[in-house]
């Protein structure tokens, strides 16, 4: 869903995308053109399928899969990081809140949950029930 109020205008866009993660959302920007309409949540300058420079923001739903772990961390609650596909079609390696390992597989159902790392506001990704 196009969201025009999100037109960054001159704004950074770490800052746009920031601004999302403080309202508990995840931001991402699809490009312009029409044949491609790349979906990423990285900030590039370029668009990676295309190369062109024109993106629109949109909000995510914030609900997706695990497409990949990465190595076991080892120890009891499981955490770590994961490449997570969310549903809007495109993919990002985040860090997973820790649950029971049980409950983190590949294709496992995932929410984001944003959280503070250092001061910093980060999405992360927690395992809900199917
Ligand atoms: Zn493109």
């Known amino acids: 869903m196009p969201t025009a109020e999100l037109d960054p205008g001159e704004h ?3 800052e746009v995308f920031r ?3 403080a309202l508990g959302e995840l931001r991402y920007r699809r490009c312009r053109c029409r044949w491609c309409a790349d ?5 590039r300058l370029l668009c990676a399928t295309c190369g062109g420079t024109e993106f629109d923001w949109e909000r995510s739903s914030g609900r ?3 497409y990949r ?3 076991p961390t080892g120890g009891g609650a499981a955490g770590g990081t994961a490449v997570v596909e969310l549903a809007e079609g495109f993919r990002m390696s985040a860090r997973l809140v820790p649950v029971p ?3 983190l597989w590949p294709g496992a159902p995932v929410r984001l949950e944003v959280t503070e790392d250092g001061g910093a506001l980060r999405p992360a990704f927690r ?4």
């Open 39 to 43: 979906r990423s949540a990285q900030l």
């Open 19 to 21: 601004d999302g993660l």
């Open 101 to 103: 390992a049980h409950r």
């Open 64 to 66: 997706g899969r695990i």
């Open 69 to 71: 772990m990465a190595e």
């Open 12 to 14: 950074d866009p770490a």
């Open 127 to 130: 395992a809900v029930a199917a």
